[in-house]
């Protein structure tokens, strides 16, 4: 899998959008980005993935850049339950490796 | 119910017990891991399963095996607990797609 790199920390006010950035240069034609988060002591959460093309769902916006070598999670109403560790990763879909690679991801505090 | 649930959600055994962490799904998944996490550290892989039949080790099996007992439960055993062992541990499920499930955790203390 490709290697990402984020910001060790941000913080973001109650109510505003959170942009939260990833590198992935050496992303491969087959690899997807996927978007977890892990609030304290919790099991790590699905929250997005896409190839190419933007995605949003009801939790975040994905933005990939077009030569899809970094990528935004979008979150845009946050709220303080989305103090969080935020995790970007890349991997191909049906990859037989087992392993995913969590790395440190970027801890977000969302402030009142 | 959730979608990946872990048993007992919190333990303290002793130094030497055998302990069973249980898991059962219901997203109708064949892959499944046993993950562990240590304070400020990542998760790593102890153990992951494909499907009924397929059991691999993962970075750090020493000391811990599996069972898998059907397509939805995945249970991981200490055979003999040591301190080194207190971890918060998760179970995970996935798809083909590569999202991950994962439950609440199990946080378990050797004393």
């Known amino acids: 899998d490709a290697k990402t790199t984020q910001p060790t920390s941000m913080d973001c006010a109650e109510g505003r959008a959170a942009n939260l950035p990833c590198n992935h240069s050496?992303?491969?034609?087959?690899?997807?980005v996927y978007w977890y988060r892990q609030i304290h002591s919790q099991g790590p959460q699905y929250i997005i993935h896409?190839?190419?093309n933007n995605e949003t769902n009801e939790m975040a916006s994905l933005i990939i850049t077009e030569d899809r070598k970094s990528s935004t999670l979008i979150l845009p109403h946050a709220t303080l339950r989305d103090t969080a560790v935020y995790y970007c990763i890349v991997r191909a879909q049906g990859s037989n490796d087992y392993k995913l690679s969590f790395g440190a991801g970027t801890t977000v505090t969302v402030r009142a | 119910d959730a979608d990946v649930t872990q048993t007992p959600r919190n333990r303290i055994t002793k130094t030497g017990k055998r302990i069973m962490l249980e898991c059962s799904q219901t997203?109708?998944?064949?892959?499944m891991y046993w993950y562990r996490q240590d304070p400020g550290l990542g998760l790593r892989l102890i153990y992951y399963?494909?499907?009924?039949?397929?059991?691999n080790k993962g970075e750090i099996s020493d000391g811990y095996s599996v069972s898998r007992q059907a397509q939805a439960k995945f249970s991981l055993s200490l055979e003999s607990a040591i301190p080194n062992q207190t971890a918060l541990y998760f179970c995970a499920t996935s798809d083909w797609e590569g999202g991950y499930t994962f439950g609440s955790g199990t946080r378990l203390t050797v004393v």
């Open positions: 050496t992303i491969s034609g087959n690899e997807y």
């Open positions: 896409g190839l190419k």
């Open positions: 399963s494909f499907d009924v039949k397929d059991i």
């Open positions: 997203k109708g998944h064949d892959r």
